[in-house]
């Protein structure tokens, strides 16, 4: 058989598998155009974190509905976290992650 090759699968849940864990999240605002709205939003944002733990890809899973900004400022955020990589039995690989952005003015 061949040896896997880095990169060439995305890891799932299961024995063995740490999924990634943000370091830290980047700061996000309050969209100025919803200022003054005094709406809260919560907006679910899927990562695909690579094994250095930068965001390769970020897409809504679960998004405000108001057309104020917020989604765009989360998938920005998002775009923007640092990660300690997923590992499988400790070797870093590819793995989808959630986060979730809370806005209140």
Do not use: C, H
């Amino acid at each position: 058989t061949e040896p896997m090759r880095r990169g060439d699968f995305i890891l799932r849940r299961g024995p063995g598998i740490s999924e990634p864990v943000p370091l830290a999240l980047p700061r996000y605002d309050y969209p100025a155009v919803a200022r003054g709205s005094g709406r809260r939003a919560n907006v679910r944002v899927g990562v695909l974190v690579d094994e250095e733990g930068t965001v390769l890809d970020a897409a809504l899973r679960e998004r405000d509905a108001s057309n104020l900004g917020f989604n765009e400022a989360a998938l920005e955020a998002a775009r923007k976290t640092r990660f300690q990589p997923a590992t499988r039995d400790d070797l870093p690989g590819k793995m989808w992650t959630e986060l979730i952005f809370e806005f209140a003015e």
